[in-house]
């Protein structure tokens, strides 16, 4: 019990003592929390009750060329993001070393808060995906996991970058940019038109990439945690505890949507093979 309260207390000041850059308090909404807690509640009151009462007489509506720009938006935004990762010189040494080594030096640091701000600003605009489910009615879509998953990153990037920025969010930051690549230009498919829908038959695999991403996080996180690596631990507990739990929330998913329908095909099949024995029987007879 001890030494659990003295490693709460040693990340507690670690946060305290951080040395982030004065040039972030001077970006947008970095300054102060007040923009970014606005900004959540007006889209939790929006997508969970502004929204669908609105829209409960109203016809849904026509989203496609919105749709098609903001996705196709969404899929070079992210390569762009992914590609940020490597301006840093030596970037996969430099995620390694600390087990052993200084902190990084200040064009590093400048390169990181640079590159956390645009992770944080994307997370702000993936806010849209919500309400664009809202606006053409399809609330079934805005679950516990997505409302949670859009309002948890939005709010915790602000504070990574705000509070604690360091190396891990890299690697944090490149997968999950690199995933959106793949998740948006299956939406920027979708919305292309039911002509493209043959196109679409990887949907499934969406989620195993999303997991796998979650599992390269956590194996990571714990490799850093384990080496005893010179980076803030109080950044490393958080984001394994995030992972953690959405492992859990989109491995929960997966199997609802997926083991559900499978049985549900299973049911089908046998039905019509049943039905396929009775005819062949009563011509039989």
């Not at 762009?80 to 052993?100: E, G, K, M, P, Y």
Request: proline share 4%; hydrophobic share 50%; aromatic share 18%.
């Amino acid at each position: 019990m001890a030494s659990l309260m003295h490693m709460v207390v040693e990340n507690y000041n670690e946060v305290l003592e951080a040395k982030k850059d004065p040039l972030v308090d001077s970006w947008l909404f970095m300054q102060s929390p007040a923009p970014v807690i606005g900004i959540l509640i007006l889209y939790l009151y929006f997508v969970l009750k502004l929204g669908p009462q609105l829209m409960e007489k109203r016809p849904p509506l026509n989203l496609q060329k919105v749709l098609i720009v903001y996705n196709a938006y969404q899929v070079v935004f992210s390569v762009w993001l992914c590609c940020q990762a490597f301006n840093v010189d030596n970037i996969f040494t430099l995620l390694f070393r600390h087990c052993s080594a200084a902190q990084p030096d200040r064009k590093h640091a400048a390169l990181l808060s640079n590159g956390a701000w645009w992770y944080f600003f994307s997370k702000v605009v993936e806010l849209l995906d919500t309400v664009f489910f809202v606006l053409r009615k399809k609330q079934s879509q805005v679950t516990f996991l997505h409302v949670y998953h859009h309002s948890i990153t939005m709010f915790f990037s602000w504070g990574y970058l705000k509070f604690l920025p360091g190396e891990q969010g890299v690697v944090i930051g490149f997968l999950n940019s690199a995933v959106h690549v793949v998740m948006y230009s299956y939406y920027l498919i979708a919305a292309l038109g039911p002509k493209y829908q043959k196109y679409l038959w990887w949907k499934k695999y969406m989620t195993w990439m999303q997991l796998t991403q979650f599992c390269l996080m956590l194996v990571y996180l714990m490799y850093v945690l384990a080496m005893d690596c010179k980076v803030p631990k109080a950044l490393s507990f958080f984001f394994v505890a995030n992972v953690v739990v959405f492992l859990y929330l989109f491995g929960d998913f997966y199997r609802k949507a997926y083991s559900k329908k499978n049985k549900m095909n299973l049911i089908a099949n046998k039905a019509i093979l049943n039905n396929n024995n009775d005819n062949h029987n009563n011509k039989s007879e």
